[in-house]
């Protein structure tokens, strides 16, 4: 138990789909980060929130949709996802948005195919 | 790029033995986790090193940093199955403008053999 819930572990979506994966941070950080895990590839960061205002989009495409209602919760919408989109998204949350030496906590993950 | 490159991509050792990954990284950085990931889930902190430390033990673990060398290596001591899993070291280094960036590898997969 890390203080960082996803839900759901597992998805299954067709390229026509709209779906959203959900994080909960219970650690009281105030910043939050997507990240995508993909076979072979280092961690990618997407997206990440600070106070709940998004402060960083690394090039992510437009089918991926972020929003951070409060500090606590961050979703990642998906519609119209490829194939290649099929990988593990991990959220995270840290103290405050990349701080040098801040330890960022992870979530296990959504594992999330594309069919 | 910042970075982190672990090395060897995969170990595998029989329990008991002591296990070592290392990273190297290309910028300065302020200071170097590791993290480690069981198959299929989150990532857990380990350990974090700043670049002023040289060495650094948490238990069975034992973390060097080597800032002239751009190098880092992980030590694990006295190694059991249940550490089986990926280890990543991740940087952190001044990003654009003051945001600090926790750049990930891909990882060093240990499969410690029973």
């Known amino acids: 138990e890390t203080g960082v819930t996803q839900t759901p572990r597992h998805l299954v979506m067709g390229m026509t789909n709209k779906k959203s994966l959900k994080c909960e941070q219970h650690?009281?950080?105030?910043?939050m980060y997507w990240y995508k895990q993909s076979a072979k590839k280092p961690l990618e960061l997407m997206f990440v929130?600070?106070?709940?205002?998004?402060?960083e989009n690394n090039s992510v495409p437009s089918r991926f949709s972020p929003e951070c209602p409060n500090s606590s919760h961050l979703f990642l919408h998906l519609h119209t996802l490829q194939p290649e989109d099929s990988a593990l998204y991990l959220c995270a949350s840290s103290q405050e948005r990349a701080t040098s030496g801040n330890t960022i906590y992870f979530g296990e993950g959504s594992w999330l195919t594309v069919v | 790029s910042q970075q982190g490159e672990e090395d060897p991509q995969a170990l595998s050792i029989q329990e008991g033995e002591n296990a070592t990954m290392n990273c190297s990284y290309k910028t300065s950085i302020n200071n170097l986790q590791w993290y480690r990931q069981n198959s299929g889930r989150g990532l857990v902190h380990l350990i974090l090193i700043r670049s002023n430390e040289r060495e650094k033990h948490s238990g069975r673990l034992r973390v060097t940093l080597d800032t002239s060398k751009k190098s880092s290596s992980l030590l694990i001591t006295a190694s059991r199955a249940a550490d089986t899993a990926s280890y990543f070291c991740?940087?952190?280094?001044?990003?654009?403008?003051?945001?600090?960036?926790?750049?990930f590898g891909k990882g060093t997969l240990l499969t410690v053999n029973p």
């Open positions: 991740a940087t952190d280094a001044l990003g654009g403008g003051s945001n600090y960036k926790l750049t």
């Open positions: 650690l009281g950080h105030n910043a």
């Open positions: 929130y600070n106070f709940k205002e998004q402060t």
